[in-house]
Each structure stands twice: as C-alpha cells, then as structure tokens.
C-alpha cells in the first residue's frame, strides 16, 4: 500500500525548464531536475556503473568514458502502475523505475531536505 504522502495528484514534465514537478497528496509540491533524475537512475545496470565509479575513486583511480554521456532529455514517459514512472530518455535508455515513494523521500526542496537531495535510491 502506498504512503498518502507519496501519492502524486499531479505530474508535469517541463522539458524546455528541464523538470518533472509532481504535486503530492500530501500539498506539497516537488520540482526535480531532469539531469539529477538521470544521474540517479534507478536500473541494475546504472547504479553498478555508479557503484564502479565508487570503487574506482576510492582506489585513487578513474575511468575515461568514450561514448556520448547520458542524455537528460525525455522523449516520453509512463506510469508504472500506480507506484512510479518510467522515462524514455533521449539517449535510448529506458529501463529505469523511479519509485513514487523514492521521489517523495528525495525532494530537493530545503524543507524536505535542508542539506540537498539525499540518493534516489542507495546503492
């Protein structure tokens, strides 16, 4: 069952403000970069890129990336179900589930989170 408080009322994406906005059950409204959602991105196969990086910088070490970085555009989007939306990102990647509950915990805002917007997910 999902918490009142991470139910949205409304969804928005703002491509040319580059944010989703969601409005929450709860009142409050949240405005998410587009560029922040895709460096979270919750699938298997980022997060253990972020993990690597983590390990690499921790050794005193780092990779060079050789392709086009990651792309903050959307290109289309669903809901999946009724607990969270998935993006068509502009650079082909689409596998990543943003859990409504994971975006209510991470709002950016300074009253939700006074020192900046924790991990969408911890990896």
């Known amino acids: 069952m999902m918490n ?3 139910r949205p ?3 928005k994406i703002q491509r040319a403000n580059k944010l989703l906005r969601i409005q929450w059950a709860d009142g409050h409204n949240s405005a998410y970069a587009l560029d922040w959602l895709r460096s979270q991105c919750p ?3 980022c997060r253990e890129e972020r993990l690597a ?4 910088e921790a ?8 392709g086009a970085p990651p792309s903050a555009a959307i290109v289309g ?3 999946v179900g009724a607990y969270a939306i998935r993006f068509d990102w ?5 596998t990543g589930i943003y859990p409504f509950s994971a975006l209510r915990q991470s ?3 300074a009253v939700c989170n006074p020192g900046g917007a924790p991990p969408l997910i911890a990896d």
């Open 4 to 6: 009142t408080n991470s």
């Open 9 to 11: 009322l409304d969804v």
């Open 43 to 45: 699938c298997a196969t």
């Open 53 to 56: 990086r983590v390990m690499e």
């Open 59 to 66: 050794s005193g070490s780092f990779r060079l990336n050789t």
């Open 77 to 79: 989007a669903e809901f």
């Open 90 to 94: 502009g650079d082909g990647h689409s």
């Open 107 to 109: 709002c950016p805002c």
